[in-house]
């Protein structure tokens, strides 16, 4: 069984800041794992996505994640946190096949000016 | 990039009425589906897999007669709520693997938010 868990459905930061948004993982065989963000009544969009290559990935937007075994982690981050990127983020994860995608709860950004 | 289109994007109904919510993959071909239901500040929790030609595999607490999937076609799926209650107002969005992403990515149409009167 696979699982996800977000920490935190809640972060601020303020414009130029860090972004840091955590997600660990709970896999029984070696996950794919993605990072989604949805704006108000959208759908998601792909940011970045980890299969098995590097294990730290750049994604679209400016943000990147590290995926580390050790510590079944795949937190997203981003050097300077801009107004356009409040919204709501979310971790999944599914099985090598790629079939079913488990998502984490959703980790809500405010960016503040 | 590979493109899901889904339809309407806003519907709102009678309670007892039934609502049909089509998605389709405009410039690949998709073999398989997902439908997802997302409340408000929740996350997406599947509901089904929609396999064309052949029937949809539900979650488990998903009623089947309840919800209507159709994948007839490689580019169209359709999700139909059937007698639809308040309890069914929610934000339903479908997803499509990307070939394009060598099967590792699925790629989401923007949702549909369903409101029942």
């Known amino acids: 069984a696979q699982s996800v868990t977000q920490l935190g459905s809640h972060v601020s930061v303020s414009e130029g800041a860090l972004v840091l948004l955590r997600c660990n993982y709970s896999?029984?065989?070696?996950?794919?794992l993605f990072w989604y963000v949805q704006y108000p009544n959208q759908g998601l969009q792909l940011l970045l996505k980890y299969t098995s290559a590097a294990t730290l990935v750049k994604g679209i937007n400016g943000f990147e994640a590290e995926f580390k075994k050790s510590e079944t982690s795949f937190h997203l981050t981003k050097p300077s946190a801009h107004m356009s990127d409040a919204a709501e983020y979310f971790c999944a994860v599914s099985d090598n096949g790629g079939f079913k995608t488990i998502f984490g709860a959703g980790t809500r950004l405010f960016v503040k000016a | 990039g590979a493109v899901v289109s889904q339809h309407p994007s806003r519907v709102i109904c009678k309670s007892g009425t039934s609502v049909k919510i089509e998605c389709r993959s405009l410039?690949?071909?998709?073999?398989?589906m997902f439908w997802y239901r997302q409340f408000p500040k929740q996350s997406l929790m599947l509901m089904a897999t929609?396999?064309?030609?052949?029937?949809?595999?539900?979650e488990q607490g998903v009623e089947k007669d309840k919800f209507l999937i159709n994948h007839a076609s490689l580019t169209l799926s359709t999700l139909t709520v059937t007698s639809a209650h308040p309890e069914d107002s929610s934000f339903y969005i479908c997803?499509?693997?990307?070939?394009?992403?060598?099967?590792?990515?699925?790629?989401f149409g923007s949702g549909t938010r369903l409101t029942v009167v």
């Open positions: 896999s029984s065989v070696p996950p794919y």
């Open positions: 997803s499509a693997r990307d070939p394009g992403q060598g099967g590792h990515g699925y790629t």
């Open positions: 410039d690949f071909q998709a073999t398989t």
């Open positions: 929609s396999n064309e030609g052949s029937k949809a595999t539900y």
